[in-house]
T-cell receptor
């Protein structure tokens, strides 16, 4: 497709379960970001991948959160032992290169995660 | 700490009027500032970028100003239309190359 694709669009899970969220970036984009957006809040940075470099994980809120990016393309964000405070919309974005003047971010429509 | 603040209250305006949104920042020295639009249930969409050496940038009915002395950007929607109703986010690059976003301002344009 032409844009960033995220799946599932909605996920309801029970507290304590693990979840995996998937992101397919725009083909050829080397940079990939994960953000989290809680109701009425701004976007909270989680993790950033750039090419083959080690990811910037400085925004991950706890060690229950992890992400990987395979083959420089698809990325998976995993949340283990989910808690109710993990409920939010998880947004993925990609850009041609690391965020710069010529490379604004292209966002997917997010995965809405609800932990019951 | 670095902070980005946008009008916290929603903006309700009459069609045809100009909407003005504010983005203030502290402890950033941005080379540029970006504005995005977000509709309910959708991801943000890039609108405009303004560089630190540009005072003003225009795109169709949108106008952005950037004052690095005041540490402020203003975002104007002129001749507003109901289709302009959305949440508008400003974004700045932090020192470690992460794009950080304000909480956004929701604009509603009444027909």
């Amino acid at each position: 497709g032409a844009g960033v694709s995220q799946s599932p669009s909605n996920k309801v899970t029970e507290k304590g379960k693990d979840v995996e969220l998937r992101c397919d970036p725009i083909s050829g984009h080397t940079a990939l970001y994960w953000y989290r957006q809680s109701l009425g809040q701004g976007l909270e940075f989680l993790i950033y991948f750039q090419g083959n470099s080690a990811p910037d994980k400085s925004g991950l809120p706890s060690d229950r959160f992890s992400a990987e990016r395979t083959g420089g393309s698809v990325s998976t964000l995993t949340i283990q032992r989910t808690q109710q405070e993990d409920s939010a919309v998880y947004l993925c974005a990609s850009s041609l290169v690391r965020s710069s003047y010529n490379s604004p971010l292209h966002f997917g429509n997010g995965t809405r995660l609800t932990v019951t | 700490s670095q902070k980005i603040e946008q009008n916290s209250e929603a903006l309700n305006i009459q069609e045809g009027k100009t909407a003005t949104l504010t983005c203030n920042y502290t402890n950033y020295s941005p080379a540029y500032l970006q504005w995005y639009r977000q509709d309910p249930g959708r991801g943000p969409v890039f609108l405009l970028l303004i560089r630190e050496n540009e005072k003003e940038k225009r795109k169709e009915r949108l106008k952005v100003t950037f004052d690095t002395t005041l540490k402020q950007s203003l975002f104007h929607i002129t001749a507003s239309q109901p289709a302009d109703s959305a949440t508008y986010l400003c974004a700045l690059l932090s020192n470690d190359y992460k794009l950080s976003f304000g909480a956004g301002t929701t604009v509603t344009v009444r027909a």
